[in-house]
């Protein structure tokens, strides 16, 4: 059934009823849905409008969506070398754990000062990048605000052009990334593959985030059960084999 989510987002200008039009962001009009083992965030860019999942704010695995944060740090605050800009784009576009790895023994502040920078307060980071948290709400808050204050970041370009398959060989295809009109979108996952996987994306004119205790097809179940049956999955997006 429709909540009163789905009435906010349309009252926000996700859809547009007066003039006929409806605005290419998907619109999360199930979310009240949502299993808890699924926390989900959403940001609707042009009229401000923000909804999530009770849990949105929960301190969860950060996965290999914290390489957004490291990657943005490295580029801003590094030492601008080539060498950050090739461990940047293996982390975003390849998802490579050896680059992230790289990356935060040169910035270990990293995390924290971007948590600190955007307020993410429910990230946190530690000794070892993997086992940094945050939660879908701050990565919206901080894809927002790549879009809007640093929209040519090498990161938003890097999730852009993310290889179809990361260098682990996990197919990146899936989660929030079978939205429709999603421009860019990075994937973690944990070590054995399937107790706790995540997923952000944006578009032109939104940004989503989901973290899921479970495997990569429940996670895209719940994202794509989140925004209802009034969409199309982007082509080729389907849970990894």
Partial sequence: MRSAVAAALMAGG???AATGQALAAPAPSE???APPRTALSFAHTPSGTRVGTANQGEARPG?????LYVADYMIRHGDGSP???ELGQRMIRDSDDAAASQAYAKYPQSIDAVAAEYRLTGTRG?????NSVTST????TFLEA????DPNSPVLGWMATAAPVAVDGTHQNWGTGALPSVTGTKWGWSDDGSSVVASASFGPDFSVAANTYGTAEQHTDDVLGAFGSDFTPS???VPPP
């Fill in 14 to 16: 996700v859809a547009c």
């Fill in 31 to 33: 979310i009240a849905d």
């Fill in 63 to 67: 996965l290999s969506i914290v390489k």
């Fill in 83 to 85: 060498e950050d800009l």
């Fill in 126 to 130: 530690a000794a070892f990048w993997g």
């Fill in 137 to 140: 709400a701050d990565t919206v």
């Fill in 146 to 149: 790549k879009k809007t204050t």
């Fill in 235 to 237: 082509a080729g997006a």
